[in-house]
């Protein structure tokens, strides 16, 4: 069983809509991350969060909001999907040391 | 600015061939460089290195970190069709009060039967 999960694994949408992004994880972390990978650019972070409570902006936030519903959860939105934000996304996890991150499968979002 | 490069973009060798390759750094408060391996989608773990001049080996592949000159490389030798895949590296910087991973473009690896 894996244990970082994302659904949808791929999705279509049309400009203007509003998507959201989900992520589980079974490893016990308290730490989570959302990527966003595009060709030629590597990842990029979006958001983070430390634990429940925490939710913290990373390097590409702008058009992106998130949610961190449980220790175990962490959602992301698009709240009005633009076409450069095609791409395939990432959630991460890690443990508060030593830090080493497990990447989910990935979400391949397309907006048209 | 915070970044990591690295080098080449995009390499193809023959199956048995050794390759190394590189990953530069300029990071604020620079913790440690971490390796992955990305095949179909998801980013593999490989190495983290903190320490510069102390090699990490995991069966052909290895790594070592310079601190001073701010690089780090990765070897694999007697590749095989099955490292073809494209390489991250990252370094991991405290960044505004936290640790972050600031990640390379990734070397796409092709290795050739």
Known sequence: ?112 | EDKVVQSPLSLVVHEGDTVTLNCSYEVTNFRSLLWYKQEKKAPTFLFMLTSSGIEKKSGRLSSILDKKELFSILNITATQTGDSAVYLCAAKALIQGAQKLVFGQGTRLTINP
């Open chain 1, 1 to 112: 069983d894996a244990d970082v999960t994302q659904t949808p694994r791929n999705r279509i949408t049309k400009t203007g809509k509003r998507i959201m992004l989900e992520c589980s994880q079974t490893k016990g972390h308290d730490r989570m991350y959302w990527y966003r990978q595009d060709p030629g650019l590597g990842l990029r972070l979006i958001y983070y969060s430390f634990d429940v409570k925490d939710i913290n902006k990373g390097e590409i936030s702008d058009g992106y909001s998130v949610s961190r519903q449980a220790q175990a959860k962490f959602s992301l939105s698009l709240e009005s999907a633009i076409p450069n934000q095609t791409a395939l996304y990432f959630c991460a996890t890690s443990a508060s040391a030593p830090h080493e991150q497990f990447f989910g499968p990935g979400t391949r979002l397309t907006v048209l």
